[in-house]
């Protein structure tokens, strides 16, 4: 079945690490996103990618950094100098387009600190 | 700025009745309406979305109505059963070159619905 695929499930954080959430998708979309989701609350746009090798910046990429190599990938690292990043971490995909259609969500990264 | 919001954070609702969720949005260039369904450790799940051209959409048991005029947006669940509780969400993409932004989205905060048996 097409979908998102976000692994890993649970992961773990030390001061000062770097970590990388992967997200792989084959719904053939071109477009894909990253969000964060603090408890009890809605869902923040960290990076957002169009098109293979190009990605731009949403409302909270301090601390984040992501590539796009491949039309099915995604991944977010987040680095040493996101000092709060205990979140839920989503990625999405959509079509592109003049019809546009709904962001599809994979079921997500919890990460938390040691 | 202009943004998504929710009136209610928090719906209990008795199983067999029907559910009504709201949605007020400020941005007067939002076109296009989604509303997704979280449930507890996963994703939001797509439910049913709108375009401004319409203001009735239906699905299986969801009713989504779009008042332009007032910048409203609300779900409606029909039959609510158990399954249905769950964190609910609407979200806007506003009107863009197709080539600026990409289909981005703002969300809001999100309702809680709790079906009582």
């Known amino acids: 079945d097409g979908g998102i695929t976000q692994s890993p499930k649970y992961l773990f954080r030390k001061e000062g690490q770097n970590v990388t959430l992967s997200c792989e998708q084959n719904l053939n979309h071109d477009a894909m996103y990253w969000y964060r989701q603090d408890p009890g609350q809605g869902l923040r746009l960290i990076y957002y990618?169009?098109?293979?090798?190009?990605?731009q910046k949403g409302d909270i990429a301090e601390g984040y950094s992501v590539s796009r190599e491949k039309k099915e990938s995604f991944p977010l690292t987040v680095t040493s100098a996101q000092k709060n990043p205990t979140a839920f971490y989503l990625c999405?995909?959509?079509?592109?387009?003049?019809?546009?259609?709904?962001?599809?969500f994979g079921d997500g990264t919890r990460l938390s600190i040691l | 700025g202009e943004s998504v919001g929710l009136h209610l954070p928090t719906l209990s609702v008795q199983e067999g009745d029907n559910s009504i969720i709201n949605c007020a949005y400020s941005?007067?260039?939002?076109?296009?309406f989604i509303w997704y369904k979280q449930e507890s450790g996963k994703g939001p799940q797509f439910i049913i979305d709108i375009r401004s051209n319409m203001d009735k959409r239906q699905g299986q048991r969801v009713t989504v109505l779009l008042n332009k005029t007032v910048k409203h947006l609300s779900l409606q669940i029909a039959a609510t059963q158990p399954g249905d509780s769950a964190v609910y969400f609407c979200a806007e993409n506003p009107r863009r070159l197709i080539k600026a932004a990409g289909n981005k989205l703002t969300f809001g905060g999100g309702t809680r619905v709790l079906v009582k048996p």
């Open positions: 941005n007067s260039a939002s076109d296009y």
């Open positions: 990618s169009q098109i293979v090798n190009d990605f």
């Open positions: 999405a995909s959509s079509i592109l387009g003049g019809t546009r259609g709904p962001q599809h």
